[in-house]
């Protein structure tokens, strides 16, 4: 196992993006060229840092507050009845953790969410909401409940059930959106190019990414403020 796939499995897999980079993936290959700090990761907070600094032996460093703060394990809630089946939160999703159809409504598969926070700013009618995780089984070997489970005790729960999984749906996830780029190619090769779809599709996804690193940047103003 190299040096960048050790990194990514003391990474929590939430996808977030507050460490700066677009994936946990991307993170642990900054991390292991020596280019990022160990410091970036809320979800993981202080633990998955003191983690880090064993594997890389370097000196353990306090959560830098610029990219956000240790918080209780999160999922994500639509509100169905306000849901207008715009799809922006599904194709924000880096785990495919939404289902619905355009013009449909939408709904979050709690089990599969990672409370990345990336669905709620692009959000038109502001119907996404966070609640806390629900564990429904012992988080440790003690039998402690969740309602009497240390942060810590959590962490270790989803570090064991839930990160492989997330890890999983996001390589699927980027499998599946990289074929379907390549076929849209192909067949843009089969039946000649058609810059105006080709313009309506970037100007929609550039929205998207828009609106993402808006909600990246007021984290960030959150967290210091």
């Avoid at 699927?172 to 599709?201: H, I, S, T, W, Y």
Wanted: proline share 6%; hydrophobic share 35%; net charge positive.
């Amino acid at each position: 196992m190299n040096l960048v796939e050790r990194i990514d499995r003391l990474l929590p897999q939430t996808q977030c993006a507050r460490c700066g980079y677009p994936s946990c993936r991307d993170y642990s290959r900054a991390l292991a060229a020596g280019e990022a700090d160990l410091n970036r990761c809320p979800p993981g907070g202080t633990v998955t840092i003191e983690a880090l600094a064993k594997l890389l032996v370097r000196k353990s460093r306090p959560l830098d507050p610029h990219c956000g703060a240790e918080r209780p394990w999160v999922v994500a809630r639509i509100d169905e009845s306000a849901c207008i089946g715009c799809t922006l939160c599904i194709q924000a999703c880096p785990v495919d953790a939404i289902l619905g159809a355009a013009k449909r409504m939408h709904t979050v598969i709690e089990s599969e969410c990672t409370g990345c926070e990336l669905c709620l700013d692009p959000c038109p009618v502001d119907c996404i909401t966070l609640s806390p995780m629900k564990f429904s089984e012992s988080v440790n070997g003690a039998g402690c409940r969740p309602d009497a489970a240390t942060r810590a005790d959590l962490f270790e729960h989803w570090m064991r059930e839930r990160a492989p999984l997330a890890r999983r749906r996001y390589e699927n996830r980027q499998l599946r959106l990289r074929r379907a780029r390549e076929k849209r190619a192909a067949q843009r090769l089969e039946r000649g190019c058609l810059p105006g779809r080709d313009a309506n599709r970037a100007e929609k996804q550039a929205v998207i990414r828009a609106a993402v690193e808006r909600a990246r940047q007021r984290r960030r103003v959150r967290s210091v403020m």
